[in-house]
Every structure is written in C-alpha cells, then in structure tokens.
C-alpha cells in the first residue's frame, strides 16, 4: 500500500526490505525514513483514500484463517489477548471496527494515542500488565525482531 502511495505522488517505490528497518514506529514518522525527503502533509492526502479502498476491498491486513484459529485456540485457553502497537488511532481505524475479525478476539488495544509510554519504552507494557491486573511471569510477548 506504501508504494502505492508512493508511485501516486511519483516517487519510487521501495524494496521489501526497507520498512523492517522501521518496522514498528508509526507509519507517519516511518515514512520520512522509507522514503527521504517526502512530504508527509502529501503523503496523509493520498493515504487517507488508498487506505480506505485497500479496507473495503479486503486487501489490507488479510490475516490467514489458520491465525485466527490459533486466536481462537489461545482464548479457548483461557489466555487473554492485547494488541500492542506503535501505529496512531487512524492507521488502526480499519482494525479497530467493529466488524473487524479482530475485535471480537482481542481484550484491549494499547497504540499510540491511547497509551502513555510507547514502543521501545518498556514502560508501555507495565501500563497494560496493571490496567489487565497481570504479572510479567505469566505473559507473553510476540512481536518482530529486526
């Protein structure tokens, strides 16, 4: 989708392996990264519509049945489910619908506009083991490592 935009604003893509460098920080700060010298007030203008079409075609974020399943395993489990991020509440508008797959599965979204620490402050996830009444020991983690 970034690329889309890219070409849109006629820049050059970029290779598969740039956003892992990034991977993590919000898109808007990323992009600055991803793409040098980019306008970013432009680059809001021409994601706000591919953003969109991307979500009510289906084409963003496709998660795979088999990861919902093992969603659905882990809650039947017992275990309780969070979402943490450093995206911004509108590059997680189409994730937080409620009509989203997701919802249903998921007890709380931490992200940056609802959080007081952020990825990579380790404060972030006390903020969220205290609101869930949870201890270290008994939580797990799962992200991306460079």
């Not at 970034?2 to 898109?27: C, F, H, K, Y």
């Not at 590059?91 to 609802?114: C, G, M, Q, W």
Request: hydrophobic letters at 40%; aromatic letters at 8%.
């Amino acid at each position: 989708m970034e690329n889309e935009i890219l070409v849109a604003m006629e820049r050059n893509p970029m290779s598969r392996d740039v956003p892992i460098n990034t991977w993590g920080q919000p898109l808007f700060d990323a992009i600055t990264v991803r793409s040098p010298g980019i306008d970013v007030k432009e680059f809001k203008v021409v994601y706000h519509p591919i953003i969109a079409e991307y979500t009510k075609s289906g084409k963003l974020d496709k998660i795979p049945q088999a990861n919902y399943d093992a969603l659905d395993k882990l809650i039947s489990m017992g275990k309780l489910l969070i979402v943490l991020t450093s995206g911004t509440r509108g590059e997680l508008k189409h994730t937080l619908d409620p009509d989203h797959l997701l919802v249903s599965r998921i007890k709380a979204f931490y992200y940056k506009d609802n959080a007081q620490f952020h990825k990579p402050d380790p404060r972030v996830f006390d903020e969220l083991l205290v609101a869930h009444n949870l201890s270290p020991q008994s939580s797990a983690y799962v992200g991306l490592h460079k």
